[in-house]
T-cell receptor, first 110, second 119 residues
Framework: GEDVEQSLFLSVREGDSSVINCTYT??????LYWYKQEPGAGLQLLTYIFSNMDMKQDQRLTVLLNKKDKHLSLRIADTQTGDSAIYFC??????????FGKGTTLSVSS | DAGVIQSPRHEVTEMGQEVTLRCKPISGHDYLFWYRQTMMRGLELLIY????????DSGMPEDRFSAKMPNASFSTLKIQPSEPRDSAVYFCASSLSTPLPGPSNTEAFFGQGTRLTVV
């Protein structure tokens, strides 16, 4: 079956870079996603990467994909206090449901 | 569109009672998902529908859980009888499938969730 693993907590200082890591097991996944959940809210899509890419940059966000090791990472440059949230890694193939990791709680201190 | 709408936002009930959670997906979306979030297990997929038909209910924990989608704009998740270990936040999400490449056909839009507490 599919299983997505993430570290549970990450604490950084404002202005530093944050790197959140994820491993997945379904090699047939077409898309890999990062969702963000702010307190008391549902999840929102942050960014995604197609499985034939190895890097994607979107402003302060950089996604790296190592398909051989089934490893996905999200780097947030110049982390701000507003980035404090739970970040979920997710995978799926088209037409199926997203499978999420347990989420990484990012805490940003000023 | 107002997004995915879930009701109620909070529900407190006594063990043994029936609980019904409701979801209105985004208009035009043909996939609907029910997830449960707990500290221990994170976000678990319970069931999902495509064009109102249940596709995969393997995540439904027990027979006490049931879900229906009588039409394209409404779904329910029912727990009967409820137990304290069912306490969690239940999320509904919907997505649109399109023949176009790209995640627009698989991005899921989430409701605000229903926080269920069974005492």
């Amino acid at each position: 079956g599919e299983d997505v693993e993430q570290s549970l907590f990450l604490s950084v200082r404002e202005g530093d870079s944050s790197v959140i890591n994820c491993t997945y097991t379904d090699s047939s996944s077409t898309y890999l996603y990062w969702y963000k959940q702010e307190p008391g809210a549902g999840l929102q899509l942050l960014t995604y990467i197609f499985s034939n890419m190895d890097m994607k940059q979107d402003q302060r966000l950089t996604v790296l994909l190592n398909k051989k090791d089934k490893h996905l990472s999200l780097r947030i440059a110049d982390t701000q206090t507003g980035d404090s949230a739970i970040y979920f890694c997710a995978e799926n193939t088209a037409g199926t449901a997203l499978i999420f990791g347990k989420g990484t709680t990012l805490s940003v201190s000023s | 569109d107002a997004g995915v709408i879930q009701s109620p936002r909070h529900e407190v009930t006594e063990m043994g009672q029936e609980v019904t959670l409701r979801c209105k997906p985004i208009s035009g979306h043909d996939y609907l998902f029910w997830y449960r979030q707990t500290m221990m297990r994170g976000l678990e997929l319970l069931i999902y529908f495509n064009n109102n038909v249940p596709i995969d209910d393997s995540g439904m924990p027990e027979d006490r859980f049931s879900a229906k989608m009588p039409n394209a704009s409404f779904s329910t998740l029912k727990i009967q009888p409820s137990e304290p270990r069912d306490s969690a936040v239940y999320f509904c999400a919907s997505s649109l499938s399109t023949p176009l490449p790209g995640p627009s056909n698989t991005e899921a839009f989430f409701g605000q969730g229903t926080r269920l507490t069974v005492v």
